[in-house]
């Protein structure tokens, strides 16, 4: 039981991921523009949340994959999951760094400068469906310092069609 709520989930529907992104976008934006120091505290949660459990214990992660995703008419999009664990754990990294900096010591503007960080990667992601994660984590495939064995599907291309497709 405790097994399968810590686990995250591979494939994973990029649809629901760009939402996701999406919904970081706002949190960041909102956070910079009406200077709510706060919210970092919320989005490091988040990520946390979803580097630990995928969906499971994110709030937004769940209303994403059980009330917006099902809801569109948008064929689901299966990627590899490794590389989007990755990509949110580079996200957790760079959240909590921000609320450590902006809610811990009071370092409004440094911060506000991981949280436009955050704001960069997460629109490139929702919009362009480009994961800067999900590059950074290939390149590591390739200088070897992350085994192939951890993502067996991001060398084979014929795994990343969908169901449809084949």
Known sequence: MVSNVFSFPNPVNEV??????????????VALVFDLRWLTVVMAYGFLARVATGPTLSPLGQLVTRVVTP????????VPGPPKRFAQGM??????????????FGLATAGKVFVGLVLVAATLESV?????????FAALMRANVIPESVCEQCNDITLRR????S
Do not use: D, Q
């Open 128 to 136: 362009f469906a480009f994961c800067i994660g999900c590059v950074i």
């Open 162 to 165: 969908s169901p449809a497709a």
């Open 91 to 104: 996200g957790a990294v760079i959240t909590t760094t921000a609320a450590v900096l902006w809610v811990g």
């Open 71 to 78: 809801r569109l008419p948008v064929a689901a999009k299966p």
């Open 16 to 29: 629901s991921a760009r939402l996701v992104a999406g919904g970081v976008v706002i949190m960041a934006a």
